[in-house]
């Protein structure tokens, strides 16, 4: 079964930092891993995917790093802004046919 | 392209009814997948399912609780008798394969709240 560990748990910064959101998982046979954010009472929205081919994948202030054989994943943003604050989760999906795992995520909180 | 589209986005239910919750998967997505989320706490895998076929249903409760993907259709999530504990937000996601290799996307979720 796979386990899906984040760190931070919860993180409060002022506008304007650079972040770094962990996670780790122990099934490396993975496909690919997926980020999420979550806003309070609302859904999912899916942020990168990085297949295990690649070793990271970028969209706009986000980058996420994978390295599968250590059962790790990063997620950089830059220049943090109010707008950022949510809940944010990684998912590496298991192998073969299940479903997502989620671990408890990091709560993010920027300050203007 | 809509998405993953679940209703009712809010629903409220007695003690002792039923309770509906329809999922439909993006265009050219068939493999489904319902997740529950009390509040204040993480996701929580419920039920995996096919076109007509359960393939995973280890996160579900054995009683009052059943899931459906018919040929033609949404998928429904389906609770018997509720109970205030059953007071959630239920997600649905869909991917277009089984193996995870494209993907997830998630809809906005049910608020079910049990009065």
């Known amino acids: 079964k796979q386990e899906v560990t984040q760190i931070p748990a919860a993180l409060s910064v002022p506008e304007g930092e650079n972040l770094v959101l962990n996670c780790s998982f122990t099934?490396?046979?993975?496909?690919?891993l997926q980020w999420f954010r979550q806003d309070p009472g609302k859904g999912l929205t899916s942020l990168l995917l990085?297949?295990?081919?690649?070793r990271e994948q970028t969209s706009g202030r986000l980058n996420a790093s994978l390295d599968k054989s250590s059962g790790r994943s990063t997620l950089y943003i830059a220049a943090s802004q109010p707008g950022d604050s949510a809940t944010y989760l990684c998912?590496?999906?298991?192998?073969?046919?299940?479903?997502?795992?989620f671990g408890s995520g990091t709560r993010l909180q920027v300050q203007p | 392209n809509a998405g993953v589209m679940q209703n009712p986005r809010h629903l409220v239910r007695r003690r002792g009814q039923e309770a509906r919750l329809r999922c439909s998967p993006m265009k050219g997505h068939s493999h489904v997948y319902w997740y529950r989320q009390l509040p204040e706490e993480g996701l929580k895998f419920m039920v995996y399912l096919q076109k007509e076929n359960i393939i995973d249903e280890s996160g579900m409760p054995k009683e009052r609780f059943s899931a459906e993907f018919p040929k033609e259709g949404p998928s429904i999530l389906r609770i018997q008798q509720v109970v205030r504990g059953d007071s959630a937000a239920y997600f649905c996601a869909s991917s277009p394969t089984g193996e995870g290799n494209y993907g997830y996307t998630f809809g906005s979720g049910t608020r079910l709240t049990v009065v």
């Open positions: 099934d490396s046979a993975i496909y690919n």
């Open positions: 990085i297949q295990s081919s690649q």
């Open positions: 998912a590496p999906p298991p192998p073969g046919r299940r479903a997502l795992t």
